[in-house]
């Protein structure tokens, strides 16, 4: 039988294996590196950002193709935070790294009242200021740091609060067709990264600016898969690995799936909503499910 201190070392020995192959197959599953690349790993200084650092260094060393990996903080000039501790635990380490100076916390407070939710608008400023940077810079690939949970919470959000069957694809490219933005966390448990960052040790850097609004649709999505794991362990991954195994026609889209031309028969043209809907179809659009979620609460679905 192993010793305590034997048999933690053993356990978190597995868990970076496990972490390990997880990024390593989504990597290869979406072919998010290829030789050459240069990957601006954005580090906030949470347990996601720093667990992704971590793990794309260890297999930077055994991986099949070169490539070159440069941390990337921004400091949005949050009060009290703490602006030695990233550049201090990036050159013990070695890593390449930039700061990016940017008061994006003042905008924030200016623009929205108090009590507004935060998180949208501070995005916005974020991603503008590391596309910029990235653009700037010459790099191939933004990493960013979420992982399974964070896919499954925004799949659940769109569907609850838009009426839309949306997440965070593990790999996409910008809006405007610049950057390419890989998600290598795309398969690990947040769970397994919480363990991981605080086995390592990691200089975490909770986020004041954002994290006492309570009420955010992020968390109220997140306490309901907390309450889903509690009760059904694994919802989470069969969500995650449904988001994987898309069906267009067991779906309802007619722009996925061309339901109209299914058992079709003959050659005349079929009628459009202009027809069926007969005097009542001025100005027709398609309309939208009439599903909402109320944002005070979500259901308790079983």
Same mark, same amino acid.
């Given at each position: ?123 916005? !400023? ?7 940077? +990235?653009?700037? $810079?010459? =790099?191939?690939?933004?990493? *960013? %740091? @979420? ?95 449904? !988001? ?7 779906? +309802?889209?007619? $722009?996925? =799936?061309?339901?109209?031309? *299914? %058992? @079709? ?38």
């Amino acid at each position: 039988m192993l010793q305590p201190d034997r048999k933690s070392a053993h356990e978190q020995q597995r868990l970076a294996k496990r972490l390990r192959h997880q990024v390593g197959r989504a990597i290869a599953d979406y072919g998010m590196i290829e030789d050459g690349d240069k990957i601006m790993v954005c580090l906030s200084g949470g347990k996601d950002s720093y667990t992704l650092l971590d793990i794309l260094l260890q297999l930077q060393k055994k991986a099949p193709v070169r490539f070159e990996l440069v941390a990337v903080n921004l400091d949005q000039k949050q009060p009290g935070f703490p602006e030695h501790v990233l550049p201090e635990y990036l050159s013990s380490l070695g890593v390449p790294f930039h700061i990016i100076e940017q008061d994006t916390y003042s905008v924030v407070k200016r623009v929205l009242p108090e009590g507004k939710t935060m998180c949208s608008l501070c995005s916005r !400023l974020r991603r503008g200021a590391l596309y910029r940077y +990235a653009e700037e $810079n010459g =790099f191939t690939r933004i990493a *960013l %740091g @979420h992982h399974r949970d964070d896919m499954v919470a925004t799949f659940l959000m769109n569907l609850f609060h838009h009426a839309k069957l949306a997440s965070m694809p593990p790999k996409l490219r910008s809006d405007d067709g610049k950057h390419v933005v890989i998600r290598p966390l795309a398969y690990c448990a947040e769970t397994d990264i919480a363990a991981y960052a605080e086995a390592k040790g990691f200089p975490i850097i909770p986020c004041n600016l954002c994290g006492s609004q309570e009420n955010l649709q992020r968390k109220q999505v997140g306490r309901l898969m907390a309450e889903w794991e509690r009760q059904f362990p694994g919802r989470s991954e069969k969500i995650a690995r449904a !988001l994987a195994d898309i069906r267009p026609s067991q779906l +309802a889209d007619p $722009n996925l =799936f061309d339901f109209a031309s *299914l %058992g @079709h028969r003959g050659e005349a043209a079929l009628p459009d909503a202009h027809g069926w809907l007969g005097g009542e179809a001025e100005a027709v659009e398609r309309a939208p499910i009439p599903l909402r979620v109320e944002d005070e609460g979500l259901p308790a679905l079983p």
